[in-house]
């Protein structure tokens, strides 16, 4: 019985190992493939412009809430680093190949539902309608929703 205790008790231990490594082992498949190296490459760098720009509106949201900036060099550094920042999602959006048109398709048609208006006439609809009563529309909820 020792050795069957044993013998479980490894196999436990290197399951938990296994789950805990999983993530540090997984290939990064949204990542350009290593045959691609410069593509890959230059993602990364998007990514990390992307997440300094991000960085530097928080510190400077913090800095202005804690008044250690005015009001005025405030506006004048978001809308600068704003523009920093949208570019570099723009830039890694389109090197992902990421459909942005869909995307805020998507995005209208979840808000128009949440407003409980019709995505297609614009007209109110009650909570429980499966499709609109003025232009037949069907309202199926989306899977991202969550709903």
């Known amino acids: 019985m020792s050795e069957v205790g044993a013998i479980l008790a490894g196999l436990l231990g290197l399951g938990a190992v296994v789950f805990a490594a999983w993530p540090l082992l997984r290939p990064v498949d949204w990542l350009p493939?290593?045959?691609?190296?410069?593509?890959?490459?230059?993602?990364?760098?998007?990514?990390?412009?992307?997440?300094?720009?991000?960085?530097?509106?928080?510190?400077?949201?913090?800095?202005?809430?804690?008044?250690?900036?005015?009001?005025?060099?405030?506006?004048?550094?978001?809308?600068?680093?704003?523009?920093?920042?949208?570019?570099?999602?723009?830039?890694?959006?389109?090197?992902?190949?990421?459909?942005?048109?869909?995307?805020?398709?998507?995005?209208?048609?979840?808000?128009a539902l949440a407003r409980r208006r019709c995505p297609d006439c614009g007209r109110p609809l009650a909570e429980d309608f499966r499709f609109c009563p003025h232009c037949g529309q069907p309202l199926d909820v989306l899977p991202l929703t969550g709903r």
């Not at 300094?52 to 400077?60: E, I, K, M, Q, W």
């Not at 523009?83 to 995005?107: H, M, S, W, Y």
């Open 33 to 111: 493939g290593p045959e691609d190296r410069p593509e890959a490459d230059r993602v990364r760098e998007l990514i990390e412009r992307r997440e300094l720009a991000l960085s530097v509106l928080r510190d400077l949201e913090e800095d202005f809430r804690l008044g250690r900036i005015d009001e005025k060099e405030y506006e004048a550094l978001r809308a600068r680093y704003r523009r920093r920042a949208v570019a570099a999602l723009k830039a890694v959006d389109q090197a992902l190949g990421t459909d942005t048109e869909a995307l805020e398709k998507l995005i209208e048609r979840e808000v």
